[in-house]
């Protein structure tokens, strides 16, 4: 997916972490989400939750954009022309509908359901989404992965992977497609540790899940109402947890299912510079990946088949100033 804004921040995210043998449990962090259009007239709508001030990473988990249901008649679904990334991985996760992935690595696939499309744009690479004819109802997650500086200038790859339903004890159930959790682990290959799952807990029900104390953890909530740690969580919230918690309490005190994406990985530990669909390490370099898209760059390479219009998206205004990094986000109290 492509950050559509038509005047996108330059954000500085992350901030260097310190060892330490001592991990206290924190407390958990509300990150509520703001609505983007994603161009057009009748622009499909999204919740955006990463990256913002509070809180612009988890992990490696750097975006999070999670849209629907929307009524494909109504919105006019997905309609993303080529358009570039650089320095991270796209991970595409649906609950309804059917896209067709498109990239300049020569890949058609579709993404539905309960399966995984995972795109790696390291050194450079472009790709289009389109909702397909026959969806009536788009519901799902868009989420990116910030490659460390040894591997952002990886080669272009692309992974699809279907996980299977795992049962939780008291009431849950996790499709494991990332990483390793509640006994089951994904074969898709990441750059550094990351854990994405989607949880289902039925109503009543509360899980306690052994999760990874060094990794940092948010749990965004697609359909319900739950507790995390006795913190109460509404739909399109993010719940961040950082590193120091074995263990993790949720509890759906409704007479309804909720669904979740649990999201986690150790804190990365580098400072990246966002912008538009680049991910880098200086304003400079923000500057030549845009010319190099602009000029056609063999950098991207081309999608073969693609007939829409555009024949690809340009890229908005650089920002008319340099934007300086901000000081990082004070951790959580600590429990």
Not at 22 to 29: C, M, N, R
Not at 179 to 185: H, K, L, P, S, V
Request: hydrophobic share 35%; charged share 20%; aromatic share 8%.
């Amino acid at each position: 997916m492509s950050n559509l804004e038509t005047r996108p921040a330059e954000m500085v995210c992350g901030e260097p972490i310190t060892e330490s043998d001592d991990l206290p449990a924190p407390t958990v962090e509300v990150l509520t989400a703001r609505e983007v259009p994603l161009g057009g007239v009748r622009a499909m709508r999204v919740r955006r939750t990463l990256p913002q001030r509070a809180r612009s990473l988890v992990g490696a988990w750097c975006f999070a954009d999670h849209y629907g249901p929307d009524v494909v008649s109504s919105t006019g679904g997905m309609f993303i022309p080529p358009h570039p990334h650089t320095g991270l991985q796209t991970v595409s996760w649906l609950f309804a509908g059917e896209l067709e992935h498109r990239d300049s690595l020569g890949t058609d696939a579709f993404v539905r359901p309960g399966e995984l499309n995972i795109m790696t744009g390291g050194y450079g690479i472009c790709h289009s989404e389109v909702s397909s004819a026959e969806t009536r109802t788009l519901h799902g997650v868009q989420l990116w992965v910030a490659l460390p500086d040894a591997r952002r200038d990886a080669a272009r790859d692309f992974q699809h992977y279907v996980p299977q339903p795992t049962d939780l004890d008291d009431g849950g159930q996790a499709r494991v497609f990332l990483g390793e959790f509640a006994g089951a682990r994904s074969p898709v290959r990441t750059f550094t540790p990351l854990l994405g799952v989607e949880l289902t807990v039925q109503p009543g029900a509360r899980l306690t899940m052994d999760v990874d104390p060094r990794f940092e953890h948010g749990l965004l909530v697609d359909t319900g109402t739950v507790s995390l740690g006795g913190t109460g969580l509404r739909r399109a919230d993010l719940g961040y947890v950082g590193v120091g918690a074995a263990q993790l309490t949720l509890v759906n005190p409704t007479n309804e299912p909720a669904r979740l994406i649990l999201l986690g990985g150790p804190p990365f530990g580098e400072q990246i510079v966002m912008w538009w669909n680049f991910v880098a390490r200086s304003h400079e370099e923000i500057v030549a990946f845009r010319d190099d898209w602009q000029h056609e760059s063999d950098r991207f390479g081309r999608i073969d088949g693609w007939k829409g219009t555009p024949r690809r998206l340009p890229a908005p205004p650089l920002p008319n100033v340099r934007i300086k990094p901000r000081a990082p986000p004070p951790p959580p109290p600590l429990s």
